[in-house]
């Protein structure tokens, strides 16, 4: 049929409403005989459709090397991009066509040209991991530095996936290695975080500095140290980076590995003398964030290096208040042995609100919200579906002024509240509205810890500042049991002051 057409003066250029020609679909379907065809009517080479596309455009984008080279006889341009300012080029380098780039590098294109974002063909190679055709480019001296809109060089980007030998091509040469991506992150930054061993040392070798860090403050210790990748922690170690070096939240590498877990990289910040008691925005200490992870084999290295034990973040928790709130025996067990202050207390409802107005980063509602679901996160079924029932101020308000002891009789910690109470837990400790730990253990249900401190001579007779009494609580709520045993320690009281 296309060879009739071509017989009887057919406009070789003829285009759909698209603009779309014989020769660019022949082109993009890969039907060469067509395409032969087409071109012994030496049709327009260069004639693009509605979206810049030229013939040669498609065959190189959709790798059809035989297409490719015979329109390269036709002497079309090279350079023609489409809409988007992708050339043939860019797009055989995007996807891997080799033997296409080859081609179009024997016609000289221009192999720095940019599509609109400013990605170059070098970029898109070496993201993809394309590495003959990285060297392609770089034998026609292709700009390694050239750097997107975002700022991606084609190092950034290789670092980022993870192309050892593309990386290697580049550092040959001489690539920036301190160039930044518009996030800050460098080639280091990126390879430490995803973990790229091989590429961390290329670049080590190469002088990059060890602490430059990003927009957030994070170095590539801190990223190494968060995402656990310990054998980059070491390398970085060596060349004496800094260990105390936080990011802008104030978090250290060794809050970083304490908090996510990563016992062996806390041993090796540690042993390169980390500050043990460097807190963050926040308050959080490497101590208290590994209790807030429950990390009991972190918390146990951090002790041997003697932290403060009592630290307290801005609300006031402590180490211990959050052991005891997520139920960890032994690390409470560990902190009372280390003389743990058990009756230290979170702050007044009305200075965590005055503290969180002044800090910008974190709102009120974020805060109750944070309160309300790590509550929930951590709480038995029994007490997390009685506060399910509650509004999210409600765990905010109980939270307020608590003592270790409080959280544990609240969240139905019978061991831990035997714990407490060995190391002088005051029992009869309140909080701001009177509330004391026998008061929540009545409130919530839990007999055997009511049981426990009744036995141990907590005070039934204390109310809260509404003036409600521990019997008027458990008769409201309807704890029977509870009413019983209260009613039973009222008679006891009685005959023993009669």
Not at 97 to 106: P, Y
Not at 350 to 363: A, E, M, N, R
Not at 376 to 403: L, Q, R, T, W
Not at 441 to 463: F, P, R, T
Request: net charge negative.
């Amino acid at each position: 049929m296309v060879q009739w057409m071509l017989n009887n003066d057919v406009d070789v250029d003829q285009c759909r409403d698209n603009r779309t020609t014989g020769l660019i679909m022949a082109s993009q379907e890969r039907h060469t005989d067509i395409v032969t065809l087409l071109l012994e009517k030496n049709p327009n080479v260069d004639l693009c459709d509605n979206n810049g596309t030229s013939p040669l455009f498609w065959a190189s984008n959709n790798g059809h090397t035989d297409i490719v080279k015979l329109l390269l006889e036709n002497n079309p341009n090279v350079d023609l991009c489409n809409k988007n300012g992708c050339s043939p080029l860019y797009m055989a380098s995007y996807n891997g066509h080799t033997d296409i780039v080859k081609l179009l590098l024997e016609n000289n294109p221009n192999v720095d040209l940019c599509d609109n974002d400013c990605n170059s063909p070098l970029l898109w190679a070496s993201s993809n991991g394309h590495t003959d055709i990285v060297k392609l480019l770089l034998e026609k001296d292709a700009n390694v530095d050239i750097c997107t809109n975002d700022g991606w060089s084609p190092l950034n980007s290789a670092s980022n996936e993870g192309h050892t030998d593309i990386v290697k091509l580049l550092l040959e040469k001489d690539s920036n290695v301190d160039l930044c991506d518009n996030n800050g992150n460098s080639s280091l930054y990126l390879a430490c975080q995803e973990g790229h061993i091989d590429i961390v040392k290329l670049l080590l070798e190469k002088n990059h500095n060890v602490d430059l860090c990003n927009n957030d403050g994070s170095s590539p210790l801190n990223s190494a140290s968060y995402k656990g990748h310990t054998d980059i922690v070491k390398l970085l170690l060596e060349k004496d980076t800094n260990v105390d070096l936080c990011d802008n939240d104030g978090s250290s590498p060794l809050n970083s590995a304490s908090y996510k877990g990563h016992t062996d990289i806390v041993k090796l910040l540690l042993e390169k003398d980390a500050n043990v008691d460097l807190c963050d925005n926040y308050g959080f200490t490497p101590l208290i964030s590994a209790c807030t992870s429950n990390n009991m084999s972190i918390a146990h290295v951090l002790m041997k290096h003697k932290p403060n034990v009592d630290a307290q973040i801005f609300d006031g928790s402590s180490a211990l208040i959050y052991s005891t709130l997520n139920g960890n025996l032994e690390i409470t067990k560990l902190l009372v042995e280390n003389n743990a202050d058990c009756n230290i207390c979170c702050c007044s409802k009305q200075y965590i609100i005055d503290t969180i107005k002044d800090h910008p980063s974190k709102t009120l509602e974020e805060e109750k919200r944070g309160c309300f679901d790590y509550l929930m996160e951590n709480a038995s079924p029994h007490v997390a579906d009685y506060v399910s029932k509650k509004a999210v101020d409600y765990v905010f308000d109980i939270e307020a002024g608590c003592s270790p002891l409080h959280f544990a009789c609240f969240m139905g910690r019978i061991d831990t509240v035997n714990c407490l109470l060995d190391h002088n837990a005051n029992i009869n400790i309140t909080k701001e509205d009177g509330t004391t730990p026998l008061c929540f253990a009545c409130e919530v249900g839990h007999e055997d810890i009511v049981n426990l401190l009744l036995d141990k001579g907590a005070d039934a007779q204390i109310s809260r500042l509404d003036g409600k009494s521990l019997l008027t609580i458990a008769t409201e709520i309807g704890h029977t049991s509870i009413v019983m045993m209260l009613t039973e320690n009222m008679k006891k009281e009685d005959k023993l002051s009669s």
